[in-house]
DNA sequence: GACTGCATTTTGTGATCACATTTTCATCGA
DNA sequence: TCGATGAAAATGTGATCACAAAATGCAGTC
């Protein structure tokens, strides 16, 4: 024991005695995935390994691998030239997007009605509460996980191994553009379909839960449609 | 020049020029790819770091971003332990991924008969009649990739960047499953729909199309399912 | 003979170093 | 004043070391 080279565990990451997980790669990929939901990673913006790490109080090992495995699921995108930054949007993304959000989304919704009744519409109200008061605060940032939170309530209970993962991928790409149009056209015209989805969860109506899920992605991306008529590189932070 | 402390570069994987892309990351996460499609790494077989490093003749770091990369899509699986092992299958995540297919496929092959043509159907045949071979030859893992070829050679016609990688995602998790059932009720009795899609290729017809994807698809997992009526994990290599 | 105990090996994780490439920026010249 | 050029900084990639935890193998005991 020289005491001397002994370059291991940051051990001061902020959660010394760590209460949920261990690794430092787990930790920094729900960070990154937290800022993408929230939007505090927009898109084009560029993310650098050790540049993270520092943020995160880590070595740009775990980074290294978190990120790769973003990246993986088109959540971020390592350029030709290596560096890494979030993806940007384009009009035929984004309605493929919208495409694959009908297919997976309603169907996950459809299964989950029968494993979800009264008390967790209860739950969900108590979201989409705070979710309309987010709405009234402006508070973009906070209305993305509160929404993400309703929607994957909901998506979980469908106890999928396989839709819910393909589902957390789309939600990744689309969510820091979803970011930047509230920023522009701001919060206040936001339409969803919120109450029919807490009473169909309540009566345990499977088709009307499966609608109102549709509903609601048709109309918030229609809003993001609206958003991107230009190729305008403008907000690249 | 010290010409004592320079570890870099393998350089002599078994192809020094390096043809397409670079990134030893990208080389081995392929070679990954490859063996899980294939059907070579069968459900349950370990993988290691310093193992893969040693056959692929790389360090275990590109190995480790690659492993990370293939798990964050659950093509592999990390253990609460922290081992890296193919996932195994079970009925409920079989019929999942059934669903998923049946729910993406058929979408993204009407998309590509569109931009597909007689010139492709063509190809298409050639390729079918090599799988028709590869079956009457028992070859399984030619036949799975020649499978994968046909399919996505369907599917990358419909220029998608947000389906295909959805789907590339699903049969990375269902293909070593797939092999382990050939292996057991061998390939003689495998049943394709190839004829009617390469059809519906030539006339461009995408309804037909995408009912000749969607059968094919029930057909091969209804195979399947007959190869799980027990929970066995016999098959673990 | 089967089971428990410990020593050895294996394995994933984190950190640091070295290097090639790219980007950035300040300086110089027309 | 603007563009080119060069040095300096930044960045991703690969390799190696150190370490803790787990798995493995081997003995010794009941």
Same mark, same amino acid.
């Given at each position: 024991?020289?005491?001397?080279?002994?370059? $291991? $565990?940051?051990?001061? %990451?902020?959660?010394?005695?760590?209460?949920?997980?261990?690794?430092?790669? &787990? !930790?920094?990929?729900?960070?990154?995935?937290?800022?993408?939901? !929230?939007?505090?990673?927009?898109?084009?913006?560029?993310?650098?390994?050790?540049?993270?790490? $520092?943020?995160?109080?880590?070595?740009?090992?775990?980074?290294?691998?978190?990120?790769?495995?973003?990246?993986?699921? =088109?959540?971020?995108?390592?350029?030709?030239?290596?560096?890494?930054?979030?993806? !940007?949007?384009?009009?035929?993304?984004?309605?493929?997007?919208?495409?694959?959000?009908?297919?997976?989304?309603?169907?996950?919704?459809?299964?989950?009605?029968?494993?979800?009744?009264?008390? &967790?519409?209860?739950?969900?109200?108590?979201?989409?509460?705070?979710? &309309?008061?987010?709405?009234?605060?402006?508070?973009?940032?906070?209305?993305?996980?509160?929404? =993400?939170?309703?929607?994957?309530?909901?998506?979980?209970?469908?106890?999928?191994?396989?839709?819910?993962?393909?589902?957390?991928?789309?939600?990744?790409?689309?969510?820091?553009?979803?970011? !930047?149009?509230?920023?522009?056209?701001?919060?206040?015209?936001?339409?969803?379909?919120?109450?029919?989805?807490?009473?169909?969860?309540?009566?345990?109506?499977?088709?009307?839960?499966?609608?109102?899920?549709?509903? &609601?992605?048709?109309?918030?991306?229609?809003? %993001?449609?609206?958003?991107?008529?230009?190729?305008?590189?403008?907000?690249?932070?």
């Amino acid at each position: 024991m020289a005491g001397q080279s002994r370059p $291991q $565990q940051a051990k001061d %990451l902020q959660d010394p005695p760590a209460p949920g997980r261990h690794s430092l790669r &787990d !930790t920094v990929e729900e960070a990154l995935r937290e800022a993408l939901l !929230t939007g505090r990673f927009v898109p084009g913006r560029a993310v650098t390994l050790r540049g993270l790490a $520092q943020e995160l109080k880590v070595s740009p090992m775990p980074v290294r691998e978190a990120v790769r495995a973003m990246a993986a699921g =088109h959540a971020l995108e390592i350029r030709a030239n290596g560096r890494i930054q979030v993806p !940007t949007m384009t009009p035929p993304r984004l309605a493929e997007i919208v495409k694959a959000r009908l297919l997976l989304e309603p169907e996950l919704a459809q299964a989950a009605a029968a494993r979800l009744g009264p008390r &967790d519409a209860a739950r969900l109200a108590a979201i989409d509460d705070r979710i &309309d008061a987010s709405l009234d605060g402006g508070d973009a940032e906070t209305y993305m996980r509160l929404n =993400h939170s309703f929607h994957f309530m909901i998506y979980r209970a469908a106890g999928s191994q396989v839709l819910l993962p393909l589902v957390e991928s789309l939600w990744l790409q689309f969510a820091p553009f979803m970011r !930047t149009v509230y920023g522009r056209v701001g919060t206040f015209a936001l339409v969803d379909h919120h109450k029919e989805a807490i009473e169909a969860v309540r009566t345990r109506d499977a088709a009307a839960l499966r609608e109102a899920v549709a509903a &609601d992605i048709r109309c918030g991306m229609d809003l %993001l449609d609206t958003g991107l008529p230009d190729a305008g590189p403008s907000v690249a932070e």
